[in-house]
């Protein structure tokens, strides 16, 4: 069945480190992939999106690419800021959503 | 503004008992979905409803029941609470089931605690 598989964590970074979050996926059809944020105490938030192969999605700095050859869609920030720890899920989707297990972010100032 | 809203934020409760949640959208949009996040943060879709009609559900106990009063609303009832219950419960919407590019807006959780 359709799957996202990322990468486990926590990560724990420093301030203006670079960020890589690595997410792969297995599906039937043509997803569309995603990227959600989800803060302490907080819902999901769609962080970024690519709805078909080579598009790239970006947002607040993050940026990830589709990547079909590969299957994959990591996510990567140049800079990281101390407000961007966070919970981060991977997703695709064809029909219903499928959610990667999450990654946690956390930024040391 | 809320996009999607649901109440109560924080639920506990002694097993045995009958809950509900309540959730709506003001996005106009047409389906509407609950998941459940356990306590290593996995997310699990449990039911979508699309013009009041139930077009997932995840292998979950009968003992939930999502009623939809309208497109805004999708409600959340759960009969016997066991402790395997306790997680957050999210809500969410999309424009249209069928779409795969279609995004999903998350609810800000209901914490259920169950003791």
């Known amino acids: 069945g359709d799957s996202v598989t990322q990468m486990e964590g926590p990560v724990t970074l420093s301030e203006e480190a670079f960020l890589t979050i690595n997410c792969t996926y297995t599906?039937?059809?043509?997803?569309?992939l995603f990227w959600y944020v989800q803060y302490p105490g907080e819902g999901l938030q769609l962080l970024l999106k690519?709805?078909?192969?080579?598009d790239k999605g970006s947002n607040k700095g993050f940026e990830a690419t589709y990547r079909k050859e590969t299957t994959s869609f990591h996510l990567e920030k140049g800079s990281v800021q101390v407000s961007d720890s966070a919970v981060y899920f991977c997703?695709?989707?064809?029909?219903?959503?499928?959610f990667g297990a999450g990654t946690r972010l956390t930024v040391k100032p | 503004d809320t996009a999607v809203s649901q109440t109560p934020k924080y639920l506990v409760t002694q097993m045995g008992n009958d809950k509900s949640i309540k959730c709506e959208q003001n996005?106009?949009?047409?389906?509407m979905y609950w998941y459940k996040q356990d306590s290593k943060k996995f997310l699990k879709i449990m039911f979508s409803?699309?013009?009041?009609?139930?077009?997932i559900n995840e292998t979950v106990p009968n003992r939930f029941s999502p009623k939809s009063p309208d497109k805004a609303h999708l409600n959340l009832h759960i009969n016997s609470l066991e402790l395997g219950d306790s997680a957050v419960y999210f809500c969410?919407?999309?424009?249209?089931?069928?779409?795969?590019?279609?995004?999903?807006?998350f609810g800000p959780g209901t914490r259920l605690t169950v003791l």
């Open positions: 969410a919407s999309s424009q249209d089931s069928g779409g795969s590019t279609d995004t999903q807006y």
């Open positions: 599906a039937t059809g043509y997803p569309s």
């Open positions: 690519a709805t078909k192969a080579d």
């Open positions: 997703a695709l989707r064809v029909w219903d959503m499928r």
């Open positions: 996005l106009g949009h047409d389906t």
């Open positions: 409803y699309n013009n009041k009609e139930l077009i």
